[in-house]
T-cell receptor
Framework: DSGVTQTPKHLITATGQRVTLRCSPR?????VYWYQQSLDQGLQFLIQ???????AKGNILERFSAQQFPDLHSELNLSSLELGDSALYFC???????????FGEGSRLTVL | AQTVTQSQPEMSVQEAETVTLSCTYD???????LFWYKQPPSRQMILVIR??????QNATENRFSVNFQKAAKSFSLKISDSQLGDAAMYFC??????????FGTGTRLKVLA
């Protein structure tokens, strides 16, 4: 158990809909990362937050947005969903230095 | 460009044998961390081993060890006495002082009984 909690674990929805994925980092970790992994693909970096502020942005679509709240949990919002958004979405956290990332179990999104 | 290259999309190893997964990376920075993550069929990302770039000694974790060649920007993972539970996708990655993490595309390891 990495200590990073992601909900929901599985989500099935229709095209055009909007979903919110939630992440609770490890206790004490200030930094949260979001990654997207499509089937049999590598990890695509979406966005990073540190102590409530956006620190880095990757190839995140305009239809996607995220935030980190004062209690350090983070949410990833995906809107106007398309079939191609079906993927495993990982949240990872660390204390804020360049050590390893601790990953949650992921949220598996299926868009029908 | 900051990249990680895993040139072996798939590898196979006999149970109890040794296998080495290759990884090369490109960065102009001198201070960084290197990692190998394992992703079994459950798709959980599990840290296998980490290496600080300033340390010359190669990291080891039980049956897992690395061969870190800083000048060559090479960071290979050796798995000794392979077990069926080692079957997974393995990702090489590094992190920079800018808190950026770069992942490779992965190597799928099959362990044959």
């Amino acid at each position: 158990d990495s200590g990073v909690t992601q909900t929901p674990k599985h989500l099935i929805t229709a095209t055009g809909q909007r979903v919110t994925l939630r992440c609770s980092p490890r206790s004490g970790d200030l930094s949260v990362y979001w990654y997207q992994q499509s089937l049999d693909q590598g990890l695509q970096f979406l966005i990073q937050y540190y102590n409530g502020e956006e620190r880095a942005k990757g190839n995140i679509l305009e239809r996607f947005s995220a935030q980190q709240f004062p209690d350090l949990h983070s949410e990833l919002n995906l809107s106007s969903l398309e079939l191609g958004d079906s993927a495993l979405y990982f949240c990872a956290s660390n204390p804020g230095y360049t050590g390893e990332l601790f990953f949650g179990e992921g949220s598996r999104l299926t868009v029908l | 460009a900051q990249t990680v290259t895993q040139s072996q999309p798939e590898m196979s190893v006999q149970e109890a044998e040794t296998v080495t997964l290759s990884c090369t990376y490109d960065t102009s920075e001198s201070d960084y961390y290197l990692f190998w993550y394992k992703q079994p069929p459950s798709r959980q990302m599990i840290l296998v081993i980490r290496q600080e770039a300033y340390k010359q000694q190669n990291a080891t974790e039980n049956r897992f060890s690395v061969n870190f060649q800083k000048a060559a920007k090479s960071f290979s993972l050796k798995i000794s006495d392979s077990q069926l539970g080692d079957a997974a996708m393995y990702f090489c990655a590094y992190s920079l002082r800018t808190y950026k993490y770069i992942f490779g595309t992965g190597t799928r390891l099959k362990v044959l009984a």
